[in-house]
């Protein structure tokens, strides 16, 4: 039993490639160490083969460098082709067959001695690197070099035919000058002429008038007021103007209400500096809210969007780059595109504040924030169906555990009712 263990353990040893010093080329014999080698050198078996060898030693040496040259072209031509590569990645794969014809039992003692024979025998084109050499195989089979031939023969017999259409293309053209100078036709159609100037021809002008405003009375014009009272003399009761149109109360109001340009400038940046509020003003189609509640509003809901005006988002798209995981509040919920709307950023120094700049948004990009307990927020859902969808709450209760909160219902027929159990995904922080 322990031989054949120790048999096997031997066979599992010699699988592998050992050093190339420790190898007899003539018996065929891989030792694995020095003492091995010595010992294989001294046996009767060796000493037999090396008296053949010595017989006649140069048919032995022509047979294994022909053996050796010939596989090493072989892998060449058939892993690598015509390109150009490092000798010594060949040679590490020419090796690797544990059987192969060693190289210290040719006519070349190193791979580049190698290498340079390829080279002057003309099957390799060589040159040497900083990295070592190179070698790229020259494919000299007649199957090949008659294939290169017929190809460069079928590109010649091309290139004649070419040349041969170009020269009637040419004849035609030469008998058709020929004939027409016959006939007396200009060949010359297109003369080219120097760009002078002619200080004769006057030079344009363009004016521009400017119109004349028409005078406003109340809500007609200056010709529509001499229109009118024309038609006035032929009959008196028809087209009076209006008492109220004509106060100079009202025609004052107006002028206050439209301003001048300086004063709306002013009152366009004074907007910008105040917080935006986006409860007050919004409408919403399927009404839920009920007669006794004081802050009932409506809001308008889109079917497969969330988004909800006036609620806070987090940015959590990695196209944001630096703005990832900021905070914007949605100013704009778009009715024509399903998810989409518009955003600003909530200012970092003054938390009450957003950016002048808007951004279109998708609701894949966002998502929801849960405020500190006691915040205001709104029920959000892509359900058209949802219960209590967009109705404002009071957050009471955050299950970190189970990631849901409860809220108490702040309008709808059911104010003052606690929802339980609605995920993080459901509501969202009201600005």
């Known amino acids: ?40 050198t001294q046996s009767e078996g060796h000493l037999r083969q090396m008296s053949i060898f010595k017989q006649s030693s140069g048919k032995f040496m022509d047979q294994f460098s022909k053996q050796f040259e010939k596989d090493f072209l072989n892998i060449l031509s058939r892993r690598h ?22 190289m210290n039992a040719t006519y070349w003692g190193t791979l580049s001695t190698f290498v340079q024979y390829l080279g002057r025998e003309g099957k390799c084109t060589v040159d040497e690197t900083e990295k070592g050499w190179y070698i790229a195989w020259i494919d000299n089979d007649p199957e090949t070099l008659a294939r290169l031939a017929k190809g460069e023969k079928k590109k010649q017999h091309d290139q004649d035919d070419e040349d041969r259409h170009r020269k009637e293309i040419e ?5 058709s000058k020929a004939n027409a100078l016959e006939r007396g036709v200009d060949l010359n159609l297109e003369k080219f002429t120097e760009l ?21 009375i109340g809500n007609l014009t200056k010709n529509e007021s001499s229109n009118n009272d024309k038609t006035k003399s032929a009959d008196p009761g028809k087209n009076k103007i209006p008492t109220n149109n004509l106060n100079p109360s009202n025609v004052l109001e107006k002028k206050r209400k439209n301003g001048t340009a300086m004063e709306n400038i002013v009152q366009r940046m004074e907007q910008r500096k105040r917080p935006k509020d986006f409860n007050g003003g919004i409408v919403r189609s399927d009404s839920i809210a009920g007669s006794n509640n004081s802050h009932s509003h409506s809001h308008v809901l889109v079917d497969g969007c969330w988004f909800h005006k006036g609620i806070v988002v987090k940015l959590t798209d990695k196209s944001f780059g630096q703005l990832r995981k900021s905070k914007a509040v949605i100013t704009h919920v778009s009715q024509s595109i399903i998810g989409s709307g518009k955003l600003q950023l909530i200012n970092k120094k003054d938390k009450n504040a957003l950016e002048d700049s808007e951004v279109r948004i998708n609701q ?57 159990q609605l995920d993080y995904e459901n509501i969202s922080k009201l600005f």
């Open 364 to 420: 894949t990009q966002v998502e929801t924030v849960v405020p500190k307990l006691g915040g205001t927020v709104v029920i959000v859902s892509k359900d058209p169906s949802f219960k209590y969808r967009g109705l404002r709450c009071k957050l009471v209760d955050i299950d970190i555990d189970k990631y849901s909160v409860s809220v108490k219902l702040l309008e709808g027929g059911d104010i003052g009712r606690v929802v339980n």
């Open 196 to 216: 002078k100037s002619d200080s004769s021809i006057n030079t344009l002008e363009i004016s521009i008038q400017k119109k004349k405003k028409k005078k406003t």
């Open 171 to 175: 004849k035609q053209i030469a008998a």
């Open 81 to 102: 082709n015509t390109k150009r590569v490092r000798a010594n990645i060949v040679y590490n794969e020419f090796i690797q067959d544990r059987d192969h014809v060693h």
């Open 1 to 40: 039993m322990k031989s054949e263990a120790k048999a096997i353990a031997k066979r599992i040893k010699a699988k592998g490639l050992q050093k190339l010093k420790w190898y007899c080329q003539m018996c065929e014999k891989q030792c694995r160490d020095e003492n091995g080698f010595k010992c294989h």
